[in-house]
């Protein structure tokens, strides 16, 4: 479980930018084309405005990269909640992405039609053991411990049988969510996570065991922590790189 610590926000995105056009264009370079789930939250907005300006020699090739979303609100694409606009106005809009390549999550539909619609874009993805393979899926992390829209004591976090699926959240409505499955089958996670307010939850995430935050449950082969110094500020120095 590689942990990467970054003196502030914009080191961090920096790095990490770098870091996803690296994983995207092996991608690219391996099989042709690449897949990326988006996260919604402040600390991947950053990564998305470097990524958006990232110089056309390290960039990857953006026409070949596939586009999809690990979590969203009940909310319909222009809702100041979406995390599909806030991916627009920072990442997708400025690279002026086909609409081809972005897979949204429709939900501003009856939830039964968000859930099978998803499901079935994310069949369309290579699979492994029956589950969608997508080659990177960037994640953020609340001070709850949870990640995507994976939230302590959620029925989501217990999901074990379908690729996505929403459910009310007590006291945020009703969301929707890739499910741990689909998470630890990716080739690759990132997780980014910025501020004090978080330095509880990393150091419980990466030194107890036992806490049971929604974050613990992620694959850590596959999962690359990018925090900053305030992120990590709680962390013992023997964590740290
Ligand atoms: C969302 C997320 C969620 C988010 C974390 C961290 O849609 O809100 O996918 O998991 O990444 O809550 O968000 P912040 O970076 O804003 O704290």
Redesign the pocket.
């Known amino acids: 479980m590689p942990i990467r610590r970054f003196a502030d926000p914009p080191a961090l995105f920096q790095a990490a930018a770098r870091r996803v056009a690296e994983q995207l264009q092996a991608a690219i370079d391996a099989r042709g084309q690449a897949s990326l789930a988006l996260?919604?939250?402040?600390?991947?907005?950053g990564l998305y405005q470097q990524l958006a300006q990232l110089p056309a020699a390290q960039a990857p090739d953006w026409h070949r990269v596939a586009f999809y979303f690990?979590?969203?609100?009940a909310v319909p694409p222009d809702h100041p909640d979406a995390?599909y606009r806030m991916a627009h106005e920072n990442l997708l809009g400025p690279l002026k992405i086909s609409p081809t390549q972005i897979h949204r999550i429709e939900a501003e539909r009856p939830q039964h039609e968000v859930e099978a619609h998803y499901r079935q874009r994310l069949a369309q993805l290579p699979q492994q053991d029956g589950w969608p393979c997508l080659d990177l899926i960037l994640?953020?992390?609340?001070?709850d411990g949870?990640?995507?829209?994976?939230f302590p004591g959620s029925a989501l976090l217990a999901e074990q049988q379908v690729s996505f699926i929403g459910a009310e959240v007590p006291g945020r409505g009703l969301?929707y969510s890739l499910t741990l499955p689909v998470l630890n089958h990716a080739r690759q996670l990132m997780l980014?996570?910025?501020?004090k307010?978080?330095a509880a939850a990393v150091a419980q995430a990466l030194q107890e065991p036992a806490a049971q935050l929604p974050v613990q449950q992620l694959a850590g082969q596959v999962t690359e922590w990018y925090l900053d110094h305030a992120a990590a500020a709680h962390l013992k120095p023997e964590a740290l790189p």
């Open positions: 996260a919604g939250g402040s600390t991947p907005r690990g979590d969203e609100r995390n994640l953020g992390m609340g001070d949870h990640t995507a829209s994976l969301r980014l996570v910025s501020g307010e978080k």
